[in-house]
């Protein structure tokens, strides 16, 4: 197992542009969760997923934010209309619903940049 | 609410010197409690956890312990090296949906 991985790495948009994010979960993992991490701070919640279903989705999440996980393996994060204040790291983790106590496995993130 | 609160950064040691890094939480009911790390360009890696009032979680040197009385779970480290350079999370996951962060605190190891 490679564990989570996010693609891309690194998206430079310009303001107004859509982008999307994709996270493949580690395997066996039911639970998959989105942050946003901005310069200087700790990861923020947004969403999480247990299986396909979308189970709770932070104040931080407008509108312009959708996310999904069609079939309980991977996950895609959409942002529409994108603003500067959208600037950020974004970060995925999985986790098998059951053993919260083992921690939360994160990827490497996907740096977004509006230009 | 759930909350972390660390001691502000950047700490500075020299190498060999002891390690203390200062975390406080506000939750509701008998979180679990972590810490994570982050090095320059990664993801964030846990780095120990407790999951309830007197355990003491471990890995690397580091050592942590969950106390309920005082709500903190202080990271500590004997003798920093250079490797451990990095920002340091704690966080706190209240009902095993999610995790809820502190604001970080960046270590520097001077050699």
Redesign the interface.
């Known amino acids: 197992d490679t564990g989570?991985s996010q693609d891309p790495r690194h998206k430079i948009t310009k303001r107004g542009q859509n982008v999307t994010f994709r996270c493949d979960p580690i395997s066996e993992h039911n639970?998959l969760?989105w942050?946003r991490q901005t310069l200087?701070?700790?990861?923020?919640?947004l969403t999480?997923f247990q299986n396909e279903a979308q189970?709770?989705k932070s104040r931080l999440l407008s509108d312009r934010f959708s996310a999904e996980r069609p079939k309980g393996s991977f996950s895609t994060l959409e942002i529409q209309r994108t603003e500067q204040g959208d600037s950020a790291m974004y970060?995925c983790?999985s986790s098998l619903?059951?053993q919260?106590?083992?921690?939360?496995?994160?990827?490497?993130?996907t740096r977004l940049t509006v230009v | 609410g759930n909350s972390v609160t660390q001691m502000e950064g950047p700490v500075t040691l020299s190498e060999e010197a002891f390690l203390t890094i200062n975390c406080t939480y506000t939750a509701t009911g008998y979180p679990s409690l972590f810490w994570y790390v982050q090095y320059p360009g990664e993801g964030l890696q846990l780095l120990l956890k407790a999951t309830k009032a007197d355990d003491k979680g471990s890995n690397k040197g580091f050592e942590a312990t969950y106390r309920k009385e005082t709500t903190s779970f202080h990271l500590e480290k004997g003798s920093v090296q250079v490797s451990d350079s990095a920002v340091y999370f704690c966080a706190l996951s209240p009902y095993g949906n999610k995790l809820v962060f502190g604001a970080g605190t960046i270590l520097r190891v001077k050699s």
């Open positions: 989570v639970r969760y942050y200087g701070q700790g990861p923020e919640f999480y189970l709770e970060l983790a619903e059951g919260r106590n083992y921690g939360y496995t994160f990827g490497s993130g």
